[in-house]
C-alpha cells in the first residue's frame, strides 16, 4: 500500500499542529484539532486496557543520570538522549526522559509483591524526548518530544507466552477498530556478531525470541525475521508499516525484557515464599501519539474515521441573519458530544463549501431560511447527502462517531 498524501500538508490544511523555531526543531505544538484526535485515540486504549486490567501511572519528565545509568539507556542511547541538566549538587545531572521503562520499573519497586498480583500491568501515556539527528526529523512522523501509548507487565516467566498472545490480540483489536491494513510483523532479534549490544544470556535470548516465534505463528499472523534488530534488554515484535515516503516505519512494538529486574533488583515473592525475578513485557499498540497520527493521517487522505474526526459537523450559515440560529444549534449538539465547528466567513456559499473541505469534516450542513422555517437540513457526507430533520441531526451524527466497542 502506497500513501497519496504527506501528512505534512494534511495537518497543515487540518490545523492539527505546527513547529516553531523559538520552539525548538521536532517539538511538535498540538492545535485543537490535533488535541481531538490525541484524546480519542487515548480513550479508546484507556478503556481497552482498563478492560483488560491496566493500573495507570504518571512520571516525572526527567530523572537523575544514575537511573538511567542503571537501566543501560545512557550507554546505549546517550547520543540521542538531550544533554544533562545540572542539579543540586555538583556532580548531580538530570536527563529529559528517554523511555518511561525505569520509572514504570520503579513504580513495581515500590511495593512487596506476591505472585498473587502477577501479571501486574502499568500504563501511561508518557511524554518522552529524543535528540534525534535534524536531518532525520520530518513532521509528526520523526519527532524529538513524542506521547507514547506506554505499558509494562510484570510477570513469572513461564507465563509470558500468555500474556504475549493477549498484547497481540489487543494490538489487533486495535488495528481492526481502527480500519487499518497492510502492516506485517517483525520478529526482531539479536545479532551473535555484536554480543556486546545485546544484555543478558544467549539461552534467554534464544528462548524468549523461540516464545515471541511461537506467538506469531500460534495467532497466524504473517511476520519476518530481522537479526539485530532487537532492544538491548531483549528480543521483540515489531508492527511495520509503509509510511508516505515508502520507508517502513516502527509503529508499535511488544518487547520480552529480561534484563532489567537483574538491574532494578526487582523481585516477587513466589507461591514457594522465595524471592524471584520477573520478566517485563514493554508494550505500544498505539506507538507515539505523533507517528500514530502522521499514519492515520497519510493512510485515510485525512477524511479520519468519525469517531477521530477532529471536525464531526460543520456549519455553514447561508448569511450573517442566520448565524446566531447556527450557534444555538452549534451548542446544543456540542453538549451532546458533538465536535461542531461554525462558519463565520462571509462571502460565496459555495467558496464557503470548498473552503471548509480542508478540515475534512465529517459532515457539512448548510443552515439558511428554508432549512430553519422547514426543520429538515441536508447533511452532506463522504458518501453523500442525507436530508435529516434538525431535531434528529445529533442521533443521526452520534450513531456515525461512536468510539469502537
Not at 544533562?84 to 509483591?113: Q, T
Request: with cysteine; aromatic share 10%.
Amino acid at each position: 500500500m502506497s500513501f497519496q498524501f504527506d501528512h505534512r500538508q494534511l495537518a497543515d490544511e487540518m490545523e492539527i499542529y505546527f513547529l516553531d523555531e523559538e520552539i525548538g526543531a521536532g517539538l511538535p505544538i498540538w492545535l485543537p484539532n490535533g488535541v481531538a484526535i490525541r484524546d480519542s485515540l487515548e480513550a479508546f486504549t484507556k478503556k481497552l486496557e482498563k478492560k483488560a486490567g491496566y493500573h495507570r501511572v504518571a512520571s516525572p519528565h526527567l530523572a537523575k543520570s544514575s537511573l538511567y545509568d542503571r537501566s543501560g539507556h545512557l550507554r546505549a542511547f546517550e547520543d540521542n538522549m538531550y544533554p544533562p541538566i545540572k542539579g543540586d549538587e555538583e556532580s548531580e545531572r538530570y536527563y529529559l526522559k528517554p523511555m518511561n521503562c525505569p520509572h514504570h520499573h520503579k513504580v513495581f519497586a515500590s511495593s512487596l509483591r506476591s505472585y498473587r498480583q502477577l501479571p501486574l500491568r502499568i500504563a501511561e501515556y508518557g511524554q518522552v524526548y529524543r535528540f534525534e539527528n535534524s536531518g532525520s526529523l520530518k513532521g509528526l512522523s520523526r519527532v524529538r518530544g513524542l506521547n507514547q501509548n506506554d505499558a509494562h507487565i510484570y510477570l513469572d516467566p513461564k507465563d509470558s507466552k500468555q500474556e504475549i498472545l493477549s498484547v497481540l490480540e489487543l494490538h489487533e483489536y486495535c488495528y481492526r477498530a481502527l480500519g487499518l491494513k497492510g502492516y506485517r510483523y517483525r520478529l526482531s532479534k539479536s545479532d551473535v556478531m555484536r554480543p556486546g549490544d545485546f544484555d543478558g544470556p544467549k539461552e534467554l535470548w534464544n528462548e524468549s525470541e523461540e516464545i515471541l516465534r511461537q506467538c506469531l505463528i500460534e495467532k497466524g499472523l504473517d511476520f519476518f525475521e530481522a537479526q539485530g534488530e532487537a532492544a538491548f534488554y531483549g528480543p521483540k515484535i515489531d508492527v511495520q508499516m509503509k509510511m508516505n515516503h515508502g520507508h517502513e516505519e516502527s509503529i508499535a512494538s511488544i518487547q520480552v525484557d529480561f534484563n532489567s529486574a537483574e538491574k532494578f533488583d526487582l523481585n516477587y515473592i513466589s507461591n514457594s515464599g522465595e524471592p524471584k525475578r520477573p520478566w517485563i513485557i514493554h508494550r505500544a499498540p498505539l506507538g507515539s501519539h505523533e507517528r500514530f497520527v502522521s499514519l492515520l493521517l497519510e493512510y485515510y487522505d485525512g477524511a479520519l474515521p468519525g469517531w477521530l474526526c477532529p471536525v464531526q459537523l460543520y456549519i455553514l450559515p447561508v448569511n450573517e441573519d442566520h448565524l446566531s440560529f447556527a450557534k444555538e444549534i452549534a451548542g446544543q449538539l456540542s453538549d451532546k458530544g458533538i465536535r461542531v465547528v461554525v462558519d463565520h466567513n462571509l462571502g460565496s456559499l459555495s467558496k464557503r463549501i470548498l473552503f471548509a473541505h480542508r478540515l475534512r469534516p465529517l459532515f457539512k450542513m448548510v443552515l439558511g431560511k428554508n432549512e430553519i422555517s422547514s426543520g429538515d437540513v441536508s447533511l452532506q457526507g463522504r458518501e453523500g447527502v442525507r436530508i435529516v430533520s434538525l431535531q434528529h441531526v445529533s442521533d443521526f451524527v452520534l450513531k456515525r462517531i461512536a468510539i469502537p466497542e
